[in-house]
């Protein structure tokens, strides 16, 4: 069974806009850890963010928030302020902690940004 | 920001061929990752290492084999290259679950690898 879904293959957003990646995941480990990397062209893997299954806050870096919802099992990314160079794919990723803390991964969202 | 490093960047290679992708981290990082990516699709994980002498089989099954014998250092051999070995490979690697930040693995710039 999957475990990470990411359901928007792909998304459009206008300069300066807001924009929010959907991510659900399934787990039944009490304890985990969720992320978000961006995956430009080039092909490497940028961290953004990670939120943990107990942090009572959604987690903020930059204008890049989480909208964590744990009983709905969801992590959305939220983007402020769209840039042009936020056209990449981005990929949500969990780790559970009562496995080998392994990293696994959703199919991922290709953001293109328009000016 | 993340010091690890990935070489050969490109290569293009030919059926049969023997290869090793470099993949080294400059963090004291305990645990390292091998990522298969095709393109446009999800990462899977092939193989991880919890320290030196420690090298455990990913998700997907390869026919690529990796050694841990430097912390720093955890390269990726395949003994003869095919065309379905075509692919991105990316190393990744993080601290001890515990430490500050222990939970993020950093990723390298990748591999592309082309068998003809």
């Known amino acids: 069974a999957q475990k990470i879904t990411q359901t928007q293959p792909g998304m459009f957003v206008q300069e300066k806009e807001a924009v929010t990646l959907d991510c659900t995941y399934d787990t039944s480990d009490p304890s985990y850890g969720l992320f978000w990397y961006k995956q430009p062209s080039s092909g490497e893997m940028i961290f953004l963010i990670y939120q943990g299954s107990y942090d009572q806050q959604n987690a903020t870096e930059g204008r890049y928030s989480l909208n964590f919802q744990k009983a709905r099992k969801s992590a959305n990314l939220v983007i402020s302020a769209s840039q042009l160079g936020d056209s990449a794919m981005y990929f949500c990723?969990?780790?559970?902690?009562?496995?080998?803390?392994?990293?696994?991964f959703g199919k991922g969202t290709k953001l293109t940004v328009n000016p | 920001e993340a010091d690890i490093y990935q070489t050969p960047r490109y290569l293009v290679i030919g059926t049969g061929k023997k290869i090793t992708l470099e993949c080294s981290q400059t963090m004291g990082h305990d645990k390292m990752y091998w990522y298969q990516q095709d393109p446009g699709m999800e990462l899977h994980l092939i193989h991880y290492?919890?320290?030196?002498?420690?090298?455990e089989k990913g998700d997907l099954s390869s026919e690529s084999t990796v050694s841990r014998i430097r912390t720093e250092h955890f390269p990726l051999t395949l003994e003869s290259a095919r065309p379905s070995h075509t692919s991105q490979y990316l190393c990744a690697s993080s601290a001890k679950y515990g430490t500050e930040g222990g939970d993020t693995q950093y990723f390298g710039p990748g591999t592309r690898l082309t068998v003809l």
């Open positions: 990723a969990m780790r559970e902690q009562g496995g080998s803390e392994k990293l696994v």
């Open positions: 290492s919890y320290g030196v002498n420690s090298t």
